[in-house]
């Protein structure tokens, strides 16, 4: 990649991350117009189209993906969400307009929390996920890392949080999560309660202004036990 395309794909991804979708538009045309098999661009691409409620161009960018790449898991997993859409009334990440549901979003309390999460991942990263996209916890030597659906890492949540939500889940308690907002270098998300287990039957998950114990800082995410290894996946709605 010359310096030029890598320019124009570090413009497209930051356009992408402010959510500025109609520049993020025109520059990877400029890429896709030099390289049409650029499937990296093309996802982009395609996720513009979604942002601006254009789905049926989403859908055709992102079938072109799958011309390029068979198994793209972006592609295949967007694709999925577009045609399962009905307008129903029921909750779906993505509504009739191709805009996230806002019903997501809803916050109930003592039951969910926004959360901004620590050491994030690249901007590269960052970019192919979306506000409304589902994640996962992964704990990991008394940390809780974020993971998008295919187990990319995202980021850390914060000590007293990784403390809290770890004494919880131990004692039976379920979470769900999904991502909030993103920037450049930032991610946050909203942690939910699904489930509450009949130990915490009169303890609510999240008090608003209660600073929560915190946890010594462990600044090597790589080292890791077996035996205290966990995944909480999303619960099925």
Not at 7 to 35: F, Y
Request: net charge positive; glycine share 6%.
């Amino acid at each position: 990649m010359d310096s030029s395309s890598s320019s124009l794909n570090k413009l497209a991804i930051d356009a992408a991350l402010d959510s500025r979708w109609t520049e993020a538009l025109k520059l990877n045309k400029q890429i896709i117009k030099v390289d049409p098999e650029n499937t990296d661009a093309l996802n982009r691409q395609a996720r513009c189209y979604m942002e601006l409620g254009r789905n049926n161009l989403a859908k055709k960018y992102y079938s072109l993906v799958l011309k390029f790449d068979p198994y793209n898991p972006i592609a295949q997993k967007n694709l999925k969400i577009i045609k399962a859409f009905k307008p129903d009334g029921n909750h779906h990440a993505i509504d009739g307009q191709g805009k996230v549901a806002p019903a997501l979003f809803l916050q109930e309390p003592g039951k969910t929390k926004v959360v901004t999460l620590l050491k994030v991942a690249e901007p590269k990263i960052l970019s192919k996920t979306f506000c409304g996209m589902q994640v996962d916890m992964v704990l990991k030597n008394k940390k809780i890392i974020v993971v998008d659906p295919y187990g990319y890492y995202l980021g850390v949540l914060p000590d007293d949080i990784c403390r809290h939500l770890i004494r919880l889940i131990k004692g039976g308690n379920k979470y769900s999560l999904i991502i909030k907002s993103i920037k450049v270098n930032g991610l946050s998300v909203l942690i939910r309660e699904t489930y509450r287990s009949k130990r915490f039957k009169n303890q609510s998950s999240f008090l608003d202004g209660v600073q929560y114990q915190s946890v010594d800082v462990i600044t090597s995410l790589e080292a890791e036990s077996p035996d205290e290894e966990i995944i909480v996946e999303d619960e099925e709605t």
